[in-house]
């Protein structure tokens, strides 16, 4: 008698009507507890706008989705990228494997979609540090609203740092979803530097300009990412107030020059 072959459940092709999506996220989730048949991973990289298999629809299945992300988080602060396997996060998240692939296609796709929401996070930030009006403050209290909400959210998300830095790649490299969301996070908040620096001095030149934002995102980049490899507080202090210093240091002929000096007049 042939043996029976394992079916696994297939990707979403086309979307169906609501009513047909309530129903299977009904029968689905439920089912989440047992030890399902297991899925063979997806080899690809998943799509950075969807990094899931089954997009949850009901509460249960977003609580669900929510447990496993925190609980990839957990595995990779404290053990490392390369330790976030499938049975890793299922056995932090003390469900089962089965539970993770209902939703996510395979490992690499738990950690691009960990990546998305660090993405989302970031973005909200740089929206809300940079002001509509950069005049009103100093050039002092302006860098510490960006450079501030930038740090906080390196302390509370010690996996963000080991996400982001999977694959030290190019720039144009699409191997990796964490990769690609890094460079355009980054290429993002330059723009929002570059726009931020015009309005601050309307009179510097437009290349002067982009190359400046590009040098203040590497350095407060780099050395907040040097900050959280850290795990002493004085030195974690001490790096945020050098970062400070910094970028003062530099921005500060570039964004508030001096006056030009009248000429004297001949005798």
Avoid: C, W
């Amino acid at each position: 008698m042939p043996a029976k072959r394992r079916s696994t459940p297939p990707l979403a092709a086309s979307t169906p009507s609501s009513a047909a999506e309530s129903t299977a996220d009904s029968l689905a989730e439920p089912a989440i507890e047992a030890d399902l048949p297991e899925p063979e991973p997806t080899p690809a990289q998943p799509p950075l706008d969807d990094a899931f298999r089954r997009r949850p629809r009901q509460s249960r299945g977003q609580k669900r989705v929510e447990l496993l992300l925190e609980a990839a988080a957990t595995v990779i602060a404290r053990d490392g990228i390369e330790a976030a396997t499938a049975e890793a996060i299922a056995a932090e998240a003390r469900t089962a494997k089965g539970s993770l692939y209902q939703f996510f296609p395979n490992r690499d796709a738990v950690l691009a979609a960990l990546a998305l929401r660090y993405a989302d996070e970031l973005r909200a930030i740089h929206e809300r540090a940079l002001p509509l009006d950069p005049l009103e403050l100093p050039l002092d209290r302006l860098i510490d609203r960006v450079v501030r909400p930038l740090a906080d959210f390196h302390d509370r998300t010690p996996a963000f740092r080991r996400v982001f830095s999977i694959h030290d790649a190019p720039t144009d490299d699409t191997g990796s979803a964490p990769a690609r969301l890094r460079s355009q996070l980054f290429e993002s908040f330059v723009d929002r530097l570059d726009v931020l620096f015009a309005t601050r001095n309307p009179r510097l030149p437009a290349r002067d300009r982009r190359r400046a934002a590009l040098i203040t995102a590497t350095i407060g980049q780099a050395i907040l990412a040097q900050r959280g490899r850290s795990t002493i507080a004085v030195d974690r202090k001490a790096m945020l107030d050098d970062l400070r210093r910094a970028l003062l240091a530099y921005l500060q002929p570039l964004l508030e020059p001096e006056p030009p000096k009248p000429a004297r007049r001949k005798k």
